[in-house]
């Protein structure tokens, strides 16, 4: 009896044993589980770019008096600024290097550092071949902003062609392009980067 005893103890405290490093290994799974870093999902942004200017709508086109003109107030892309057409030809004495910066991930939490710089082609009047590139100019930037998830964001910056132009033709020189390059900082996210050229033709 005492031997038979011993036995059932021995196994009680066997199956008690078990049942204790079951119940730690279960617990240890438990907290792995809860702290396990949550996965991140991949920030997917896209930048594109134009430019663009206030014009005349086609249907303020029709009969338009060009020394009464009405205001300008559609918004259209520019492909080439030139004095071909002094209605049907947008020639815009300001224009805006417009920037979309767009969110296509579900983050919520994605901060933009958006980045604008401008180059002119500036050359003899009569003369594109004698034209260089001259240093890039930083445009102010906004502040870092906030996108949301398949968020898009406008960015315009005004350009003064006109103001240009006039400098230039002092020296009898001409701005025959002008080059954008709009990019943006996102952390955690390869920088993301677009160029977009204007060229300006001189009245013939």
Same mark, same amino acid.
């Given at each position: 009896m005492?031997?038979?005893?011993?036995?059932?103890?021995?196994?009680?405290?066997?199956?008690?044993?078990?049942?204790? !490093?079951?119940?730690?290994f279960?617990?240890?799974?438990?907290?792995?589980?809860? !702290? *396990?870093p949550? &996965?991140v999902?991949? !920030?997917?942004?896209s930048? #594109?770019?134009?430019?663009?200017?206030?014009?005349? #709508?086609?249907?303020?086109?029709?009969?338009?008096d060009?020394?009464?003109? =009405?205001? &300008?107030?559609? *918004?259209?892309?520019?492909?080439?600024?030139?004095?071909?057409?002094?209605?049907?030809?947008p020639?815009?004495?300001?224009?805006?290097v417009?920037?979309?910066?767009?969110?296509h991930?579900?983050?919520?939490?994605?901060?933009? *550092? =958006?980045?604008?710089e401008?180059?002119?082609?500036?050359?003899?009047?009569?003369?594109? #071949?004698?034209a260089?590139?001259g &240093? &890039?100019?930083?445009?102010?930037? =906004?502040?870092?902003?906030?996108?949301?998830?398949?968020?898009?964001r406008?960015?315009r910056?005004p350009?003064?062609?006109?103001?240009?132009?006039?400098?230039?033709?002092?020296?009898?020189?001409?701005?025959? #392009?002008?080059?954008?390059?709009?990019?943006?900082?996102?952390?955690?996210?390869a920088?993301?980067?677009?160029?977009i050229?204007?060229?300006?033709?001189?009245?013939d």
């Amino acid at each position: 009896m005492i031997i038979t005893s011993m036995l059932k103890r021995e196994n009680n405290s066997h199956k008690l044993l078990a049942s204790a !490093v079951l119940l730690h290994f279960a617990v240890g799974l438990l907290f792995t589980s809860c !702290v *396990r870093p949550r &996965k991140v999902a991949p !920030v997917e942004i896209s930048v #594109s770019g134009r430019f663009e200017c206030l014009w005349w #709508s086609e249907q303020q086109m029709v009969g338009l008096d060009p020394n009464a003109p =009405p205001p &300008k107030a559609t *918004r259209v892309k520019l492909e080439r600024w030139e004095y071909s057409d002094p209605i049907g030809v947008p020639h815009p004495e300001i224009l805006d290097v417009t920037a979309q910066i767009s969110n296509h991930s579900d983050r919520d939490d994605v901060t933009i *550092r =958006p980045k604008i710089e401008i180059q002119w082609l500036e050359g003899a009047e009569d003369n594109k #071949s004698s034209a260089r590139w001259g &240093k &890039k100019i930083l445009l102010t930037p =906004p502040e870092s902003f906030r996108l949301g998830p398949s968020e898009t964001r406008t960015l315009r910056y005004p350009i003064g062609l006109a103001e240009k132009m006039t400098v230039l033709s002092k020296t009898h020189e001409w701005p025959w #392009s002008l080059r954008a390059t709009i990019s943006t900082s996102v952390p955690g996210s390869a920088e993301e980067m677009v160029a977009i050229e204007l060229p300006i033709s001189p009245a013939d």
